[in-house]
């Protein structure tokens, strides 16, 4: 039996064009649906794993702001408050469908966000619960060191 690897594990690259040009052109019956399944699968769990990810650097660095007093430090994190607001307004933007998503995920990445805030400032008391709105166009706006 000639094993000849796919074109999938051959060359990802020509795959994705090729696979492309198929369906342009609604060739649907040559199509490597096992792998196309898998990718289009893998683009929301990629997706997802980003909102959760800038999720999670917000949180921490907002963590920091609020509680650590370092004022030396302040200017770095809003930098990366900003950035972080940036990138999770654009994946919210491109899938609204991610609002639900970002629920779903709070306490988790919460935890997450608060153990590396307590590792890192272990003489610093910080709130066991989030102690501002969950809501995503608050986390993603709100100064909430000025409150």
């Known amino acids: 039996m000639n094993h000849i690897p796919k074109l ?4 990802f690259d ?32 990629r997706d997802r794993r980003e ?3 800038c999720l999670d650097v917000l949180l921490n660095h907002l963590l920091k702001r609020c509680y650590v007093d370092s004022p030396e430090n302040y200017r ?13 307004q654009r994946l919210l933007k491109q899938s609204p469908s991610f609002q639900a998503y970002f629920a779903e995920v709070f306490d988790a990445v919460w ?5 590396d805030a307590q590792e890192d400032y272990p003489q610093v008391e910080f709130p066991a619960q989030w102690p501002f709105s969950r809501e995503a166009d608050a986390l993603l706006v709100d100064r909430f060191w000025q409150n």
């Open 8 to 11: 999938y594990d051959r060359d």
């Open 14 to 45: 020509l795959w994705v064009s090729d696979t492309v040009a198929k369906l342009k052109a609604r060739q649907f019956h040559e199509l490597d649906l096992e792998n196309l399944i898998g990718e289009v699968e893998s683009l929301a769990k």
């Open 51 to 53: 909102v959760e990810n």
């Open 76 to 88: 770095g994190w809003e930098i990366t408050i900003r950035e972080q607001r940036k990138q999770l």
């Open 111 to 115: 935890r997450s966000a608060l153990a």
